[in-house]
């Protein structure tokens, strides 16, 4: 499958049109939806959509009609998915090219984008400035055109707060659902794994989408270089000398970021900005598959 | 090393201001915005903008820069010979060799041979020297004064001379570059004295004779009783020597017919064709007393050939001698006399060789006058106690090695620009990124 590069996508004026572009590509490979139901209730029969659970086929009308439906379940219909986009000032970075913001906004998209056409309901969540900010989650294009609109006009700023986002959005979800935090998760870690644990102990399907960029990988200087916290303003000095040191400390993170959320039962995935973003969730949707 | 322009090492100064920029164009270290500094940890890492220049190898650049063109800005010159310090001393010293020198001396001895005996004196007493016998003093001059010029010491001019009038004056002195000493030292010659007698080389091309033959008597070939009879010749000018046994070396020979070896040289000798031969045998047909002691002669019984030397007068040929080159010796000339020794015939040939072969005098030689003392010590100076700075007769070779010195330092220059502006180029794209990033921010 060939994919636009991130820099192209994120290019994209239209997050719509560019969730759209990132969502075709998925489709393209045919792969399975993201967003499971848990009702076994059954409501009725639709046709068969790409993406939709093999489980949920109905053989027997295929035998007597040689077509394909998906038998729907009262949970499937309405599974509700709370997108937590992390709007923090750090997620800001790269200043040129794709940043890791645009890259959350366009997956964050792409994602609602997704579940809206397989007629879930999805909301989103975020943090405006100390204020929590959201939109709850419903069903419908005319809910995702405003969603999305809502997400383009989302900028990176301050802090946030993810355990306090995670735990908003779990109650805003009346039944159990789906919650898909898309953040670099540098606030908090603890705080964020006990809320991420509590949502998913409670039945929510929980994802974490860590977002970061290759250059804050290592130390993307030589020399000497003073570094100013995105979201604190603190400063500090960073020679090259440090970089081995740097590197350890942040594989360290990821590797506790990965061994945690596993342990905790939460699907997790690492998405880096220089990947085009319809092969990041390709191989989120594979795992979840 | 020395250097030509060493007033331009005041300009090694210069090399403060790459440094003074560095320096001061420290700026504190650049900022960068950066997600997270939680990965970063306790620093030590000390603020060095205050105590570490920027770019430390761009400035050494910079500074190999100016250094090297101040060095090719003095000058720089390699000394070539002997040691630099201010005790060594070079001499050229120049022996007169022209004609009044072959003149005696009030001990006897000739000048020639005092000067080059006090020429050794003072070769002996330098550093380094070279004597040279010249006929022409001021056409040596300058090429001594370029040898001086390539020694990168101390110089001086020594002249061996009688200093006669002419031979040498003011001006010529005056083209010696004053940073070498000129030194005159006079051989005393009787001004009365002929030219004393002694072994002069043939072919002597530093002298001013004209004669390719230095002046010494012809080898006699005659037979033994016949020396009384040859000192008995009446002779207008010359006396005659002994009949000497014959030496191969001998340019000139003259044969007698009572000689034992007359014939048999006569048989075995070849037509001349040296030049000098053919220059001699020209002279003595046109010497005069020759060709009246020829008048008086009687014809003889030699026959005409083509070597023959023949006095031809409107009625009488008379073969007066004949001239060949005796085997074996391509360089002597035997000329054969028709009349006995003795007679007068024989004594006008023998004095017509020996006026034929002697050198003749220049013009100026004729002025046994000589450069009085008062003049000749106004002339003189010691040497300088700098180092020659420049060459001034001419030395292409001095000013040439100095020359690509210098090349090579400006081609140093060239190089290190060049790799300047590398420097200043080559940053990492991701760090001028960074740092625009940074600005816009």
Redesign the interface.
């Given at each position: 499958m060939s994919a636009l590069s991130p820099e192209v996508v994120a290019a994209i004026d239209d997050l719509e049109l560019a969730a759209r572009i990132v969502v075709e590509g998925l489709r393209t490979g045919g792969h399975r939806s993201p967003f499971h139901g848990y009702s076994t209730e059954f409501r009725q029969h639709r046709p068969y959509r790409a993406g939709d659970d093999l489980k949920h086929l109905d053989w027997k009308v295929y035998a007597r009609s040689d077509r394909l439906y998906t038998r729907q379940f009262r949970e499937t219909t309405n599974l509700s998915v709370m997108i937590a986009l992390d709007t923090s000032a750090?997620?800001d970075?790269?200043?040129?090219g794709t940043s890791?913001f645009r890259y959350a906004q366009i997956v964050a998209a792409a994602l609602a984008y997704l579940a809206s056409d397989q007629g879930h309901a999805v909301g989103i969540m975020t943090m405006e400035g100390e204020r929590l900010s959201y939109g709850a989650a419903r069903a419908g294009r005319v809910h995702l055109r405003s969603l999305l609109a809502h997400l383009d006009r989302l900028a990176p700023a301050g802090r946030w707060d993810p355990a306090r986002v995670v735990e908003r959005a779990a109650r805003l979800l009346r039944r159990r659902g789906m919650i898909i935090v898309i953040s670099?998760f540098?606030d908090d870690d603890d705080a964020t794994q006990r809320a991420l644990r509590r949502v998913a102990q409670r039945g929510h399907d929980v994802a974490m989408l860590q977002v970061l960029?290759r250059?804050?990988l290592d130390l993307?200087?030589?020399g000497?270089?003073?570094?100013?916290?995105?979201?604190?303003g603190?400063?500090?000095?960073?020679?090259t000398?440090?970089a081995a040191?740097?590197q350890s400390?942040?594989d360290g993170?990821l590797a506790r970021c990965r061994t945690d959320a596993r342990a905790a039962g939460i699907d997790y995935n690492l998405m880096m900005t220089d990947v085009a973003p319809q092969l990041a969730l390709r191989d989120f949707l594979v795992r979840r598959a | 090393m020395s250097w030509d322009n060493g007033a331009a090492w005041l300009g090694i100064g210069f090399i403060a201001l790459p440094i003074l920029i560095h320096l001061l164009g420290r700026r504190?270290?650049?900022?960068?915005?950066?997600?997270?500094?939680?990965?970063?940890?306790a620093?030590t890492?000390?603020?060095?903008?205050r105590t570490r220049v920027q770019d430390p190898l761009l400035l050494a650049v910079r500074i190999g820069i100016l250094g090297a063109a101040v060095a090719a800005f003095a000058g720089p010159r390699l000394d070539e010979g002997g040691a630099a310090d201010i005790g060594s001393t070079a001499r050229v010293i120049l022996v007169d060799t022209s004609r009044s020198m072959l003149r005696a001396t009030p001990t006897g001895a000739r000048a020639i041979d005092v000067a080059h005996q006090r020429a050794d004196s003072f070769a002996r007493g330098a550093t380094i020297a070279t004597t040279l016998d010249v006929g022409d003093l001021p056409r040596a001059l300058p090429g001594a004064s370029a040898w001086l010029a390539r020694q990168g010491m101390r110089g001086e001019v020594v002249i061996v001379s009688d200093f006669s009038v002419l031979a040498v004056d003011s001006a010529d002195v005056a083209l010696i570059p004053e940073q070498f000493g000129v030194r005159l030292s006079r051989v005393a010659v009787s001004t009365d004295s002929a030219t004393a007698p002694g072994p002069a080389a043939a072919g002597d091309a530093t002298s001013d004779a004209i004669s390719p033959v230095g002046s010494h008597a012809p080898t006699l070939f005659a037979a033994a009783g016949d020396s009384a009879r040859l000192r008995a010749t009446r002779s207008a000018a010359e006396s005659l020597v002994p009949i000497a046994p014959p030496a191969i070396s001998d340019s000139i020979a003259i044969a007698f017919p009572s000689s034992a070896q007359f014939e048999a040289l006569r048989r075995a000798s070849a037509p001349p064709r040296t030049a000098w031969m053919v220059d001699l045998v020209a002279r003595l047909r046109r010497d005069s007393l020759l060709v009246d002691a020829a008048w008086l002669a009687p014809p003889d019984s030699l026959a005409r050939s083509a070597r023959t030397l023949a006095v031809a007068f409107a009625t009488n040929d008379h073969v007066v001698v004949d001239a060949g080159v005796a085997p074996g010796a391509s360089s002597r000339l035997v000329l054969f006399a028709a009349a006995p020794p003795g007679s007068v015939l024989a004594a006008a040939l023998v004095a017509a060789t020996r006026r034929a072969t002697a050198p003749i005098a220049a013009p100026w030689e004729a002025d046994r006058r000589v450069i009085d003392d008062r003049r000749l010590a106004a002339w003189q100076r010691p040497p300088s106690t700098e180092r020659p700075s420049s060459v001034r007769h001419g030395d292409a070779d001095a000013s040439m090695g100095s020359s690509r010195l210098t090349r090579a330092l400006w081609g140093l220059v060239l190089l290190l620009l060049g790799l300047e502006t590398w420097l200043r180029r080559d940053r990492?794209r991701?760090?001028q990124?960074?740092i625009?990033?940074?600005r816009?921010?």
């Open positions: 750090s997620m970075f790269p200043a040129t890791k670099d540098y960029s250059d804050e993307p200087f030589t000497q270089m003073e570094l100013e916290d995105a979201e604190s603190a400063r500090r000095l960073a020679d000398a440090m040191a740097y400390a942040v993170f | 504190p270290a650049r900022v960068l915005r950066f997600p997270t500094l939680r990965f970063l940890g620093t890492v000390l603020p060095l903008r990492p991701r760090m990124t960074l625009a990033d940074d816009a921010a």
